[in-house]
């Protein structure tokens, strides 16, 4: 592993030294994995609802759903998830037509939560999710000035979202990706960063954003050592995820390609050596373009 970055180390020092003692920590948790109440006084339909939604059981979690807010129509959770299962059963959207009957379901239940609760930030966190989906895959000044319109709908729920909550590390990085998105990226790291901070004490969590800022360093950024610092920071809370050794591996063998058409040879085999070995299937197009150019380059070293 390459020696890690100063704030790399700090954030980890964070983790380490916060522990189980930190208020901030529970309630990140409980906020992001969708606990609707802290410590011991869980409400048994409520998570039972949260269990069903995560197992994918959209139809029956709705049936739940109906049962509990007959009995409580105050419970603001379960109008939440009622809006996330019916966004999840919306299917593609008709980005040129009207809402769907799911998605306007979706709409009307994530409005309902923030009725009981007005600062309920995933309910917004919803809301931008259900429009954003709906952008045209490129934006005109037409599409960003409609009051009515996906994209400043999507903009405006994020925006309430981390208005609500600074800190809360899915409202950022939502807000972040909806950025990059539309092309403001400097805005968008700082919203990924924001949410890497936010969720850097909680190891459940904390690997996600690291993720989500490093394919933004990958990518539209394109400051790849930064990236695998991201990388390696996931990578230490999920030792055994090939997915995330498949993208490290991937920014090694950019890195390579990248001298290698420097003609900066000793780095380039470097960075395609770690490339190769750490590609965990090596059928993929990237891991058989990296193990060409290794191939490649050691042919001329040999001249």
Same mark, same amino acid.
């Given at each position: 592993?390459?020696?890690?970055?100063?704030?790399?180390?700090?954030?980890?020092?964070?983790?380490?030294?916060?522990?189980?003692?930190?208020?901030?920590?529970?309630?990140?948790?409980?906020?992001?994995?969708?606990?609707?109440?802290?410590?011991?006084?869980?409400?048994?339909?409520?998570?039972?609802?949260?269990?069903?939604?995560?197992?994918?059981?959209?139809?029956?979690?709705?049936?739940?759903?109906?049962?509990?807010?007959?009995?409580?129509?105050?419970?603001?959770?379960?109008?939440?998830?009622?809006?996330?299962?019916?966004?999840?059963?919306?299917?593609?959207?008709?980005?040129?037509?009207?809402?769907?009957?799911?998605?306007?379901?979706?709409?009307?239940?994530?409005?309902?939560?923030?009725?009981?609760?007005?600062?309920?930030?995933?309910?917004?966190?919803?809301?931008?999710?259900?429009?954003?989906?709906?952008?045209?895959?490129?934006?005109?000044?037409?599409?960003?000035?409609?009051?009515?319109?996906?994209?400043?709908?999507?903009?405006? +729920?994020? %925006?309430? $979202?981390?208005?609500?909550?600074?800190?809360? =590390?899915?409202?950022?990085?939502? *807000? &972040?990706? !909806? /950025?990059?998105?539309?092309?403001?990226?400097?805005?968008?790291?700082?919203?990924?960063?924001? +949410?890497? %901070?936010? $969720?850097?004490?909680?190891?459940?969590?904390? =690997?996600?954003?690291?993720?989500? *800022? &490093?394919? !933004? /360093?990958?990518?539209?950024?394109?400051?790849?050592?930064?990236?695998?610092?991201?990388?390696?920071?996931?990578?230490?809370?999920?030792?055994?995820?090939?997915?995330?050794?498949?993208?490290?591996?991937?920014?090694?063998?950019?890195?390579?390609?990248?001298?290698?058409?420097?003609?900066?040879?000793?780095?380039?085999?470097?960075?395609?050596?770690?490339?190769?070995?750490?590609?965990?299937?090596?059928?993929?197009?990237?891991?058989?373009?990296?193990?060409?150019?290794?191939?490649?380059?050691?042919?001329?070293?040999?001249?």
């Amino acid at each position: 592993m390459r020696r890690l970055k100063p704030s790399v180390i700090t954030t980890l020092l964070a983790v380490g030294l916060c522990g189980q003692g930190c208020d901030r920590v529970k309630e990140l948790t409980d906020s992001v994995l969708g606990e609707s109440t802290a410590g011991s006084d869980v409400n048994p339909e409520l998570a039972e609802i949260e269990n069903l939604y995560a197992s994918g059981q959209y139809d029956q979690t709705l049936r739940k759903i109906d049962e509990v807010t007959s009995a409580d129509p105050s419970l603001t959770e379960a109008y939440y998830y009622r809006g996330l299962c019916y966004l999840a059963l919306a299917g593609a959207p008709d980005v040129k037509g009207p809402l769907s009957p799911e998605e306007e379901s979706s709409l009307e239940a994530f409005r309902r939560a923030l009725s009981l609760n007005p600062r309920h930030a995933l309910s917004n966190v919803g809301i931008g999710d259900l429009f954003v989906r709906r952008l045209p895959t490129r934006l005109r000044r037409s599409d960003t000035d409609d009051p009515e319109g996906p994209f400043v709908m999507a903009r405006d +729920a994020y %925006e309430q $979202a981390v208005a609500i909550d600074p800190r809360h =590390p899915r409202a950022q990085s939502r *807000y &972040g990706e !909806f /950025l990059m998105r539309t092309g403001e990226l400097e805005r968008a790291e700082q919203a990924l960063k924001a +949410a890497v %901070e936010a $969720a850097a004490t909680v190891p459940e969590i904390a =690997p996600d954003y690291y993720l989500a *800022y &490093g394919r !933004f /360093l990958a990518g539209p950024a394109d400051r790849q050592d930064e990236a695998l610092d991201q990388f390696e920071l996931a990578q230490m809370f999920r030792a055994d995820d090939q997915n995330i050794q498949q993208e490290m591996a991937m920014v090694h063998a950019r890195i390579g390609l990248r001298h290698l058409k420097k003609q900066q040879y000793m780095l380039a085999e470097g960075a395609l050596t770690k490339a190769v070995n750490m590609f965990p299937d090596q059928s993929v197009q990237e891991a058989q373009e990296a193990s060409e150019a290794l191939a490649q380059l050691r042919t001329i070293r040999r001249r």
